[in-house]
């Protein structure tokens, strides 16, 4: 079975930090693309960054550049999103989502910032 | 970066057909920003129905259709089903980064 799991949302502080992960399981993790995406409650979906599968390439929306970095482990199926100098308008559901085209998402984790 | 525009929200009737436009800031929409569709239902994760402007993955159901229509990417959707009422956003790659649209409400009624 496939699987795309998001894990290590949280409350933090404005100014705090977060590491998010995303373990994919039942495809091949290492041959594709990963993608953050997050949604503020009540509006809609916002590409956040991308990573390249062997790593060497990130993306990332301009809010988030300098604050945000990605890695993977592709040995562990794990990708990671650091997030530092987190501010009120970062809160959102995080989804990543990978596989061919995008085919699989996660069910995605919620982060809040907030004092 | 570059902002993707959709239409806020549509309504078609049962059985009908509706057209989903993606407009982009940058100029007319083409293959090489490889549009996705994609589609999320209260309470769940988002679901990608169309990649690469018209190519579906095999979940998609055959009333769906992607294409590029006037500069613009376009979802179509034929025979409308009251399964089908969701939130339907348009993505599109700038050579790496992407850009959601803001998404388009679609209500079957």
């Known amino acids: 079975e496939v699987q795309l799991v998001e894990s290590g949302g949280g409350l933090v502080q404005p100014g705090g930090s977060l590491r998010l992960s995303c373990e994919g399981s039942g495809f091949t993790f290492s041959s594709f693309w990963v993608i953050w995406v997050r949604q503020p409650p009540g509006k809609g979906l916002e590409w956040v960054a991308n990573?390249?599968?062997?790593?060497?390439?990130?993306y990332f929306m301009d809010s988030v550049r300098g604050r945000f970095t990605m890695s993977r482990d592709n040995a562990k199926n794990l990708q990671s999103l650091q997030m530092t100098s987190l501010r009120a308008d970062d809160s959102a559901v995080y989804y990543c989502a990978s596989g061919g085209n995008l085919a699989y998402w996660g069910q995605g984790t919620l982060v809040t910032v907030s004092s | 970066q570059a902002a993707v525009t959709q239409e806020p929200s549509l309504t078609v009737s049962p059985g009908g057909t509706v057209t989903l436009t993606c407009v982009s800031t940058?100029?007319?929409?083409?293959?090489?920003?490889?549009a996705y569709w994609v589609q999320q239902k209260p309470g769940q994760a988002p679901r990608t129905l169309i990649h690469?402007?018209?190519n579906k993955h095999y979940w998609t159901p055959a009333r769906f259709s992607g294409s590029l229509l006037g500069g613009k990417a376009a979802l179509t959707l034929s025979g409308a089903q009251p399964e089908d009422e969701a939130e339907y956003y348009c993505?599109?790659?700038?050579?790496?980064?992407?850009?959601f649209g803001g998404g388009t409400k679609l209500t079957v009624l």
């Open positions: 990573i390249k599968p062997d790593g060497s390439e990130t």
């Open positions: 690469g402007t018209s």
């Open positions: 940058t100029g007319p929409v083409t293959s090489g920003h490889s």
């Open positions: 993505l599109l790659n700038y050579n790496g980064p992407w850009v």
